[in-house]
């Protein structure tokens, strides 16, 4: 019997419901028959199966060896491929260190789908949009408070900026916890990632998020009181240039706000 490895947060969906969640998953996804998809932890193949019948290619990246060997081995998800002439590479790698080269992606010529570990949840976000080959969507299974604060309805995070700075998030359905197995102790969301482009390229971006680290340092105190580490005694000259109230939090500003703040770096 086959038994989930704890340190790899795996958590699969349910057969009995899985169904109606991949329909979502697919759906978001905007999958063309021209598409090259990325799948990260495709576990047993069940989201694979329903993406070869759409895609032209799937790149399936999987740390387990034991699912890979598996994904390697199902005649089904062969036949499949070979009915629907989808291309379809498993691979056993931890996706944190997976090559865009290796494979012959380019910039926006990819799509990201995956029911992802919650604890690998930012630096897969950083790792595939910080990337001089960025795909052109992502459609991703997260922890649902983890969504919801790249989302930043109610505050803004250093993750809910930098995934703003480059896409537009949006969570496409909410998902119990009753939906996997082993149930996890949270819910989750299918998160989507879309429009990813690089919008402000006249932005030195190491130097800008090296900044924005700063300005969430202390999330709690005023903006002006991180700012300080940076500004010096200029800080409140430069937030009333930039109309922002110094005794804001960093939650309380939206992305705009620290790139006009950025900007008098120069200055």
């Known amino acids: 019997m086959f038994k989930p490895k704890k340190y790899l947060g795996q958590n699969f969906l349910k057969k009995e419901k899985a169904q109606k969640i991949i329909k979502e998953i697919i759906r978001a996804t905007e999958i063309k028959k021209e598409d090259i998809i990325l799948e ?24 387990d060896k034991r699912l890979a060997d598996y994904l390697k081995q199902d005649k089904n998800l062969k036949d499949l491929c070979r009915l629907s002439s989808c291309q379809l590479k498993i691979i056993n790698e ?13 910039p926006y010529n990819f799509k990201v789908v995956g029911n992802i570990p919650y604890s690998i949840t930012s630096p897969l976000i950083r790792k595939f949009l910080g990337s001089e080959i960025k795909p052109s969507l992502m459609v991703l299974m997260v922890q649902k408070e983890v969504g919801e604060r790249i989302l930043g309805k109610n505050k803004e995070s250093f993750l809910s900026n930098f995934v703003k700075f480059y896409g537009r998030p949006k969570i496409v359905k909410n998902v119990s916890r009753e939906t996997f197995w082993p149930k996890p102790k949270v819910d989750s969301v299918i998160l989507k990632i879309e429009d990813i482009q690089d919008k402000y390229k006249n932005i030195d971006q190491e130097k800008f998020f090296e900044f924005l680290h700063i300005g969430f340092s202390q999330p709690r105190k005023q903006i002006k009181n991180n700012l300080n580490k940076i500004f010096k005694e200029k800080t409140d000259e430069v937030l009333r240039k930039c109309n922002i109230d110094p005794q804001k939090r960093p939650e309380n500003l939206k992305l705009d706000d620290w790139i006009k703040i950025f900007g008098q770096l120069k200055n």
């Open 94 to 106: 931890d996706v944190l260190k997976f090559n865009f080269k290796d494979y012959n992606l380019t």
């Open 40 to 63: 990260i932890g495709p576990g047993f193949g069940v989201l694979t199966k329903e993406i070869v019948k759409k895609a032209q290619k799937i790149i399936a990246v999987e740390k």
